[in-house]
């Protein structure tokens, strides 16, 4: 939508259910949704075309965020997964963090440039936990709501 014209800029289609969440790249061109139907789908927003479709999750996802350098997105919800997407090949790496609990909400920290630390809530924990992703290959959960 055009705020000052009221008027629709561009319309996307290709969710198959309820979008829950959203998140817009660093750079402003790509926006992914996702929702009900657990997949999380990337558009182009100035073609106005679905670029990919990421599968990884069972059920509802809740959350998304893009890393800083737009080179990670992150995800969890109500299968009480977290998933580290490769943005740029649309493929998840490495294998998702499994918790006790659905995860509501996450936030990639904008201090980590080189590497992606995200911070999570979970329904009933009394505190955050803390996922740092570092070069492609490791991923640690800090925490004592995970099952790692």
Not at 60 to 65: A, G
Not at 129 to 138: C, I, P
């Amino acid at each position: 939508w055009d705020v000052c014209s009221g008027r629709m800029v561009r319309l996307l289609t290709g969710n198959l259910s309820p979008v829950r969440c959203l998140a817009f790249s660093p750079c402003g061109r790509f926006l992914a949704t996702s929702g009900d139907s657990a997949v999380i789908n990337i558009f182009d927003l100035a073609a106005g075309q679905r670029l990919s479709s990421l599968r990884g999750h069972t059920d509802v996802v809740y959350s998304l965020s893009y890393s800083p350098s737009g080179d990670v997105l992150a995800s969890c919800g109500l299968d009480r997964q977290v998933c580290l997407w490769n943005a740029r090949q649309a493929v998840t790496t490495p294998s998702p963090v499994a918790f006790n609990r659905s995860v509501p909400s996450l936030s990639h920290s904008p201090a980590s440039p080189s590497s992606c630390q995200i911070t999570t809530s979970s329904a009933g924990a009394t505190v955050p936990q803390s996922l740092v992703y570092f070069n492609d290959s490791v991923l640690f959960a800090l925490g004592a709501n995970t099952d790692l």
